[in-house]
């Protein structure tokens, strides 16, 4: 059930709606949200994200000027609770808010590539650490955020408060007690940058603002410093106004500077620490041999169907995503040493036509060949503990050109339906490439496969 309240304002008459975030029938959060006046159901808007300070609620952020700014860009505004007053973005709430923004994407027009977010003191991080978190580009990402005396470094703050009892109640102990949920809360963590997640914001545009003598104002001037030369847009304010929180910002400002960038979620270069096996563009871990370490992915992507593995640790599984296509007929994978035993796995829209793939680890002049099987629509390789230089993979593929005219087309499937009709329309070099799924048949399964790969 919606709830919703009006507000009014010299400009505009905001009308605000309240909602509630369902699971399996349990109730888990609350969360308001703003449609601007000129809101259009056939066309995409940009959705600005707002979080609030500690001691706030989803209500709270409608005292700054982001739902007038909003309003006026034609931007749709949400802002989460997160499950409490002091939830300091721990992995529940980041739940939360991805299943409120999923909700908000089923019930409005949201143009998924311009997804910002704002937020101040304890809220002024949570982009980041959303982002950190949340780089499968088949779910809500973040395209910018800007931060307003933002705690970036949990651990960091908690010590310098002697410690955070907040922190304390949602990460499961001290900051020494269980230092890796700090970690994995946090956009950076400044005294060990192999535990910190801070290689993940290479992509995503920072705004970074604060208080003329807070103490928060090091935590982002120490990590863009920490970013410069590795992340390429970023803003911070060399004249810093207002006393600590939403406060300091300038909406105005803040939402002309997000309003310039889209979502970057396909980049050749990966270099990201992972908290748990995920997804980080086009690359997936699976497995985690420690899970209270981070898993850590270094890649480069050279063209379509060339790769470099730099780095590949705490995980026997990485996946190469959308790789298997029927004009994709050798991929070579290069790596250092990988000191253990791990799996690749390949995925694509064509692994049904696969008719033939093999694999190959190369060390100089000694070759050898790899196992592979196929199931759950991947292909996995089987890689030993090895010093490969690199893995050369072939593949061919069934013809779906079932006329042999040189093109494919709707005629190919109607040959097919056709040949379920009549089986005399089809010769037998036909009727091979015809039976897609290789169950002896030329079937309605058949057709299945193919409209699998045009749709």
């Not at 230092?179 to 290689?199: C, G, K, L, V, W």
């Not at 007929?329 to 995925?347: A, D, Q, V, W």
Request: glycine content about 6%; proline content about 3%; overall charge negative.
């Amino acid at each position: 059930m919606i709830i919703f309240f009006i507000l009014f304002s010299f400009c505009f008459s905001q009308t605000l709606y309240t909602d509630y975030l369902i699971v399996s029938g349990d109730t888990i959060d609350v969360f308001s949200y703003q449609i601007p006046e000129n809101y259009n159901s056939d066309n995409q808007h940009p959705l600005l994200v707002t979080f609030h300070q500690w001691g706030g609620n989803e209500n709270s952020n409608y005292s700054t000027e982001f739902d007038e700014e909003s309003n006026n860009r034609n931007w749709i505004m949400l802002s989460p609770y997160g499950g409490s007053s002091n939830n300091y973005n721990h992995q529940g709430a980041q739940d939360m808010v991805q299943g409120e923004i999923e909700w908000m994407m089923n019930h409005f027009n949201i143009d998924s590539q311009k997804i910002y977010m704002v937020g101040g003191s304890m809220g002024g991080a949570s982009g980041s650490i959303y982002s950190n978190n949340h780089l499968d580009p088949t779910k809500p990402m973040v395209a910018a955020t800007a931060s307003a005396s933002g705690i970036l470094d949990c651990e960091r703050r908690a010590i310098e408060m002697d410690g955070n009892n907040s922190m304390i109640e949602w990460f499961g102990g001290n900051w020494d007690e269980v230092p890796f949920e700090y970690h994995r809360n946090s956009a950076i963590y400044f005294a060990d940058s192999t535990q910190s997640m801070h290689y993940n914001l290479q992509y995503l545009p920072l705004y970074l603002d604060f208080g003329t003598s807070e103490p928060h104002r090091t935590h982002a001037e120490d990590l863009y410093n920490v970013l410069r030369n590795y992340n390429d847009n970023m803003w911070i304010d060399t004249e810093p106004t207002g006393s600590h929180g939403y406060s300091v910002f300038d909406e105005n400002h803040v939402c002309e500077w997000l309003s310039q960038f889209e979502l970057e979620n396909n980049p050749d270069i990966i270099n990201v620490n992972l908290d748990e096996p995920s997804r980080a563009y086009w690359l997936e871990a699976r497995g985690q041999f420690n899970d209270s370490e981070f898993i850590r992915v270094n890649a480069l992507r050279n063209g379509y169907n060339d790769f470099d593995i730099y780095e590949f640790s705490n995980s026997d599984s990485i996946i190469f995503h959308n790789t298997i296509n029927i004009s994709n007929t050798e991929l070579l994978i290069n790596h250092e040493f990988i000191n253990n035993e791990y799996y690749i796995g390949l995925s694509g829209n064509d692994i049904s036509f696969i008719d033939e793939i093999n694999a190959t680890g190369i060390m100089d002049d000694y070759l050898e060949s790899l196992n592979i099987n196929i199931q759950n629509q991947l292909v996995w390789i089987s890689v030993p503990n090895f010093e490969f230089e690199n893995i050369e993979i072939i593949i061919s593929y069934f013809s779906t050109d079932v006329n042999q005219d040189g093109a494919w087309d709707v005629l190919d499937i109607v040959l097919v339906v056709g040949y379920i009709m009549d089986t005399t329309i089809l010769n037998e070099s036909q009727q091979a490439s015809a039976d897609l799924n290789e169950d002896g048949n030329i079937n309605v399964l058949d057709i299945v496969e193919i409209l699998n790969i045009i749709f």
